[in-house]
């Protein structure tokens, strides 16, 4: 007999890449549970959801799976006055609804060569981000495509918008809410001139604002930020190969001749509004947040290391590769940018840990925060060994806590405010775990405070959820679907 938590980690097969057995397999139902096993205390103070999308494909792959190719499924952790239901959805994509009418995989992914392809080279598989906006919560893809709208607590999939303008593809993942104004502000990015557009949508989820932003060339940015007043837009030396390109493959390359770039734009600003300001090459995934500081604009970010030879030059290639299969090599990096004087300057926060996924009080995005709470990163793709919490002004790592980085797996973890909020870290961080070693998948709280005592509460899960991508924590009060 299978054990409860042991569900067939290879359903596909061995013959799809490693991204699709052991940890990574997928599920294969949709639940909604409650009353699950707890040691210690779910937490009274503590009401809204934890969302967290991955990639999980429902039919067999046609090619090569790369992880982004996956249909989007939500796994989520609602609380209420001290209860828990855990629920788990695929997002309702336009490629779901194509496969589950033909019970098959039909399309290809980003391994396969698309060149001559009549039918469906690509989905858009919404897995990678999830963030609360406008009542719901909104799935999101890493390569720009539709908004997808959920359901917060029952993940059901209430609608999709295209929030492109031509030319454009969508929205990227990674859009940013304002939670004082409501405003979510996005990028999508495109393999063809003006390569990149910057859009505001209010707080009624209306687009308010769209603009084309010429890039160089095709580029593979992932994240953006946003201040008060401005947003930050990427400009780095990661692309499409274009030979590649024009045969129908996705080759990435990353060129260590070219500077990073990013473009400071006012958050209702024109095209030519945006001031760009030149750093040392890098890939950067994620933003911990920005905000600004007289004519200063702060980034704080997870700084992807290029990868280098013995002799301390960056070996493209290598950096290339690494990024293309999601191994990460990233410090905690703080940017500075002068709008007035155009100066600008970059340091590394913290050169010890290798860091990322970062979550923060969401409430302040846009205003100076103090703590962040990222992933212990195995450069081993996506494999999140512990949590870490820092204070982004010194870099000082305030604590961590795994429960063996060797063989637990942790999902993005999110920070959730306690009810009645006093102080920036009064709260709580809550992920998913899955220990390999004893095979238990748990659902974990922490206090915020400090992380290092461990969890204040364990919840056992019947079944494993896989590794995935992004996560968010609404409040209670701002699930709102009726919107
Ligand atoms: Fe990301």
């Excluded at 989520?76 to 788990?88: C, E, H, I, P, W």
């Excluded at 995989?105 to 919404?126: C, F, N, Q, V, Y």
């Excluded at 409501?182 to 859009?199: I, K, L, V």
Aim: glycine share 8%; proline share 6%.
């Amino acid at each position: 007999m299978n054990s409860p938590f042991n569900h067939d980690k290879a359903p596909f097969g061995n013959s799809h890449g490693p991204m699709l057995t052991g940890v990574f397999a997928p599920v294969f139902t949709e639940e909604c549970l409650s009353n699950l096993p707890v040691k210690g205390k779910i937490p009274t103070d503590l009401n809204g959801v934890y969302l967290r999308n991955g990639p999980n494909p429902r039919f067999k792959p046609k090619g090569s799976y790369h992880p982004f190719d996956g249909d989007g499924m939500i796994h989520s952790a609602y609380f209420k006055n001290g209860k828990l239901t855990y629920r788990n959805k695929w997002v309702r994509t336009e490629g779901w609804l194509q496969n589950d009418k033909l019970g098959k995989e039909s399309h290809w992914g980003i391994m396969s060569s698309l060149k001559g392809r009549k039918d469906r080279p690509m989905a858009d598989a919404a897995n990678t981000d999830v963030i609360g906006h406008a009542g719901k919560a909104v799935a999101t893809w890493y390569l720009s495509g539709k908004s997808y709208f959920l359901d917060p607590i029952t993940l059901d999939t209430v609608g999709s918008k295209d929030y492109s303008r031509a030319p454009g593809q969508g929205m990227s993942a990674h859009p940013k809410v304002d939670e004082i104004t409501g405003e979510m502000m996005f990028f999508d990015y495109f393999d063809y001139s003006p390569f990149m557009a910057y859009g505001v949508i209010d707080k009624e989820g209306k687009l308010v604002h769209h603009v084309p932003i010429e890039l160089p060339g095709n580029r593979l940015p992932h994240d953006m930020g946003i201040t008060q007043n401005y947003s930050i837009l990427h400009d780095l030396p990661l692309y499409h190969d274009e030979e590649a390109l024009a045969a129908g493959r996705h080759k990435i390359r990353f060129n260590a001749s070219m500077n990073s770039r990013f473009g400071i734009i006012p958050r209702f600003g024109k095209s030519n509004e945006i001031k760009w300001f030149e750093f040392t090459p890098c890939f950067l995934y994620h933003v911990v947040n920005c905000w600004e500081e007289g004519d200063e604009i702060v980034m704080t970010a997870c700084r992807f290391m290029p990868t280098k030879d013995i002799n301390g030059e960056i070996n493209e290639v290598k950096t290339a590769k690494m990024i293309a299969h999601l191994g990460m090599d990233s410090r905690l990096w703080r940017y500075r940018m002068n709008l007035k004087t155009g100066d600008c300057h970059e340091e590394c926060l913290n050169s010890e840990y290798n860091c990322e996924f970062p979550s923060y009080d969401t409430q302040l995005t846009g205003r100076h925060s103090k703590y962040a709470y990222l992933v212990d990163h195995n450069p081993k793709a996506l494999h999140w060994t512990g949590l870490r919490k820092f204070n982004t002004d010194t870099g000082e790592s305030l604590g961590s806590w795994s429960d063996g980085p060797d063989f637990c797996w942790y999902s993005e973890p999110w920070f959730a405010p306690a009810d009645n909020q006093l102080l920036e870290d009064h709260g709580y961080l809550i992920c998913f775990m899955w220990n390999d070693k004893i095979q238990i998948q748990e659902l974990q709280i922490f206090d915020a405070q400090n992380i290092s005592l461990g969890p204040v509460a364990r919840v056992t899960m019947p079944h494993a959820i896989p590794v995935g991508f992004h996560a968010c924590w609404m409040k209670a009060s701002q699930i709102n679907i009726t919107k």
